[in-house]
């Protein structure tokens, strides 16, 4: 048998016993060999958090699959610099149980770990699935295949990585696919306050998804719609257009000793 081409590495947030990495990892054998590196539990939420201060341990818990007691970001390090033997041609993370729509991006450790691929220079996806109690991931893992399949083809732009969320349907339920951009979330009471059994004050971050802004487009109202959808990420979040306003500020920020620089500068000229 020719030795397979493709590589590929699938990650997620959700732990490595999450039934949504598995329905992905089996759609994109399709496609190559794949290799899974995962958190050996649960770590949603956890963004780019990286593991400095505790040693890491890999576990193999399959072939071409391995456990790692860290985040996503972690096994993604790891999986790219010591545990594969080649560097893949794709990363896809996921498929996470719940979407990932708009700010959630900046929280979520299945988008964190698509954001370190392309670091490292792979491409790569995150997907997420809708869903409450049961998801459809039949229906993820039919649309992550058919986006990695153009990636393997067509590659992605520099420092860019792809969004996929997919509407909590089954595959024929879906009413299209759109490219969107990240939406902005409003939340209602995110604090919940209780009281415990002794008495002590304690904080549940908890609050429920009520509205969202910058509708035109977005992420968001794909997914209320049926759609998929599918949002280009670029690494640098240098907001261009308000370098010039920002540079007005300059002065001012220089402040005293700087003004005194040039005051002095100003009177050894005069004496001269
Ligand atoms: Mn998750």
Known sequence: MPEPRIRILVTNDDGIQSPGLGVLARALAKLGEVWVVAPDRERTAVAHAVTLHKPLRVHQTGDRAYAINGTPVDCVNL??????????HLLVSGINKGVNLGDDVLYSGTVSAAVEGTILGVPSMAVSQEGRDRFHFDTGAQYALRVARLILRHGLPEETLVNLNIPDRTPKAVTGVRVTCLSRRRFENPIIEKVDPHGRTYYWIAGTRVSWSRSKDADHEAIEEGAVSLTPIHLDSTHYG??????????AIRGRSVRTVTSNAKRSGGKR
């Not at 308000?242 to 002065?251: D, G, I, N, S």
């Open 79 to 88: 999986a790219l610099l010591k545990i594969l033997p080649r560097r893949p």
């Open 242 to 251: 308000v370098l010039e306003h920002l540079r007005a500020w300059e002065p």
